[in-house]
């Protein structure tokens, strides 16, 4: 005599697994999903023989028909490297003048230039070219060494203060600590801090004028716009990479902080600096 539970309201036996009274009928699976099911399986090992499947000590199962995955991504590297190699031959052997007139080229070379900056510059120009605390904002019009395509190219080419580079941009400001007094030297950073707000001490103004005309207006000119020849700053416009506020200023004075860009230019190669400078000059601050 079987002992199996028959369910008395369908007939139907049950799998004897029961929960707070609730038994499991033992339906049988529909026909159409069976054989799916065993469909499924025929795939599987279909695909473990034609295609790499199976892990072993140093690598794993070819497949009956050799497709590899990494094959297949280094064809598509290669196709698009050789899409890229028009283009790229056409920046290396085109002025910057010449690649901003063709809007194709332009468009690809400041593609080019932006991957190039992400993987090159973000460290220090940060991700947006905001720049950041002792580095420039590239994204304003603010340029120690001029905006246009070919000064930014120069720029990177060369770098600035790169003592390997012979042709690096060099400027260097001198620590008036051992040429202006401590008084003189407040009244000096009091008469830039006059020039786009108020000093601690306005009546320190004049003297400091009369100091920096002495002492700075070689550099940064009589109006303290700057020379951009010289890498001498825009004192007149309130933006700071060096300094902040009237006591940074008296500490630049003192002892001036000198940054240093290395040169691209060999790293690199020209193409993909030209490819850079136009990328930069594009942000919206280049002139």
């Given amino acids: 005599m079987s002992d199996k539970h028959i369910d008395?309201?369908?007939?139907?036996?049950?799998?004897?697994?029961?929960?707070?009274?609730?038994r499991e009928l033992n339906n049988p699976m529909p026909r159409w999903w069976v054989w799916t099911f065993y469909a499924t399986i025929i795939w599987a090992i279909g695909y473990t023989i034609a295609?790499?499947?199976?892990?072993?000590?140093?690598?794993?199962?070819?497949?009956v028909l050799g497709w590899s995955s990494r094959a297949t991504v280094a064809t598509e590297m290669a196709n698009a490297k050789a899409g890229q190699n028009a283009y790229l031959d056409?920046?290396?052997?085109?002025?910057?003048?010449?690649?901003?007139?063709?809007?194709?080229?332009?468009?690809?070379?400041?593609?080019?230039?932006?991957?190039?900056?992400?993987?090159?510059?973000?460290?220090?120009?940060?991700s947006g070219a905001e720049g950041g605390n002792g580095y420039p904002n590239l994204n304003d019009d603010d340029w120690l060494w001029g905006g246009k395509a070919e000064d930014v190219y120069t720029t990177i080419t060369h770098g600035i203060r790169f003592t390997e580079d012979p042709e690096t941009r060099v400027s260097e400001m001198p620590a008036f600590a051992d040429v202006?007094?401590?008084g003189e030297i407040r009244a000096v950073a009091a008469y830039v801090v006059s020039l786009t707000g108020t000093p601690h001490d306005p009546a320190m103004i004049d003297a400091g004028k009369q100091i920096f005309a002495d002492n700075c207006a070689s550099c940064h000119g009589e109006d303290a716009r700057g020379n951009r020849d010289m890498g001498a700053p825009n004192l007149a416009d309130a933006i700071w990479l060096k300094a902040h506020?009237?006591?940074?200023?008296?500490?630049?004075?003192?002892?001036?902080?000198?940054g240093v860009m290395p040169a691209w230019g060999e790293r690199l190669g020209d193409t993909t600096v030209k490819q850079l400078a136009l990328f930069v000059h594009s942000l919206g601050g280049g002139e």
Avoid: Y
């Fill in 8 to 22: 008395q309201i369908s007939g139907v036996e049950t799998t004897g697994h029961e929960w707070d009274g609730i």
């Fill in 180 to 182: 202006l007094k401590s």
């Fill in 51 to 63: 295609f790499p499947a199976w892990p072993l000590i140093s690598g794993a199962t070819r497949g």
């Fill in 245 to 258: 506020g009237e006591e940074g200023i008296v500490a630049q004075v003192r002892a001036p902080k000198h």
């Fill in 90 to 126: 056409k920046i290396a052997s085109s002025s910057l003048e010449d690649i901003q007139a063709d809007s194709e080229l332009m468009q690809f070379a400041v593609a080019g230039g932006a991957a190039a900056f992400k993987v090159n510059c973000i460290q220090c120009h940060g």
